[in-house]
């Protein structure tokens, strides 16, 4: 049976709400990356392709007017960038003796499974987006992935906020508010650093780190913010798998994929550096749940099947890459 928009099946509102609030909220507190994206809408009926819209920097010009002399105009120009759209989606169904019998919170547990495997599932595609970035530092200056053999130094990240900055990367002053909607709220300005958790001992060993329940002011921006190196804010969050067993043979000291290094991508990037399409909204995340119903249709007369599921359309793109930049590092055996 088809489904367009939010919907609660044939179970009340009252319960069908709560499901995919449920769903959502469970979703909400898994996801690191689109936080810090910039979010553009999937509208109906416009394609497949989505289309993020950036305008072209005046070039400086330091020549003095000349008197009586009125200068060529500068025309304002864009650039667009972009991306293809997919649709993800999956389904668990359930039997009316489950549903009637079992002791039990069904429904409750599928949409929070539903919620962790959509949350998951978007997180998973803007990371392999993001860790394919083109300005990369590997650690120990070293001259590619598979001479990786150190773990993170100070230097390292230094050298990466150097390079931002030289190419104009602004900071991070807003991030996507935690809530249904889709909005933003202000935030300090800094750089933004995500990687996997395993990176946390050696980023705590730092000299200069500063844990986030030290901060003298302002909250976390995510609940898996870890604390801050200078200007980097770092989230760490173990769904952003690094490239197991891609470093150094033998490499001593640390994590080891058979006898090789793993190498872990630490993303450290500025505002607008990368683009998503948002989970929350109808236009984005179809929400379905449907209890069995005696004569509901003709596909299950005696009312024997239900079922939670979830759909979206979704892509992430990288949209300047020259305001992110991926540091791969090792990472020290405990």
């Not at 002399?69 to 667009?80: G, R």
Request: contains cysteine; negative net charge; hydrophobic residues 45%.
């Amino acid at each position: 049976m088809p489904f367009s928009g939010t919907q609660y099946g044939d179970i009340s509102p009252r319960v069908g709400i709560h499901a995919v609030a449920t769903m959502l909220e469970f979703a909400d507190t898994q996801i690191v990356l689109d936080k810090f994206a910039k979010l553009e809408a999937v509208p109906k009926n416009k394609g497949l392709v989505i289309r993020f819209r950036r305008p072209v920097p005046f070039e400086v010009n330091p020549a003095a007017l000349i008197e009586g002399v009125t200068p060529a105009p500068q025309a304002l120009e864009y650039e667009d960038v972009q991306t293809l759209l997919a649709q993800y989606g999956n389904w668990v169904p359930f039997s009316d003796v489950i549903a009637d019998t079992h002791e039990d919170p069904n429904l409750a547990v599928m949409s929070e499974l539903c919620g962790k495997q959509a949350a998951e599932t978007k997180e998973l595609i803007t990371w392999n987006e993001i860790r394919g970035g083109t300005q990369v530092f590997f650690q120990g200056a070293v001259a590619n992935r598979g001479s990786v053999a150190a773990p993170l130094s100070i230097a390292t990240i230094r050298a990466t906020v150097r390079q931002l900055k030289r190419n104009h990367c602004r900071k991070i002053t807003k991030v996507l508010k935690a809530s249904p909607n889709i909005a933003t709220e202000p935030v300090n300005a800094s750089y933004v650093a995500v990687g996997h958790s395993d990176l946390e001992q050696d980023i705590r060993a730092l000299p200069t780190f500063v844990p986030v329940e030290r901060y003298a002011s302002g909250a976390a921006l995510h609940p898996n913010e870890l604390g801050r190196v200078e200007e980097v804010r770092i989230i760490l969050s173990p769904m952003l798998e690094p490239f197991r067993g891609a470093g150094a043979a033998a490499a001593p000291g640390v994590l080891l994929t058979d006898n090789r290094a793993d190498v872990y991508p630490l993303i450290v990037f500025g505002e607008d550096a990368y683009g998503v399409t948002p989970l929350r909204g109808m236009d984005s995340a179809n929400i379905a749940v449907m209890n069995p119903k005696m004569g509901g249709s003709y596909e299950d007369p005696l009312g024997q099947r239900g079922f939670v599921a979830w759909k979206m359309w979704y892509s992430a793109v990288r949209l300047n890459e020259q305001w992110m930049a991926r540091i791969e590092t090792a990472v020290s055996a405990l």
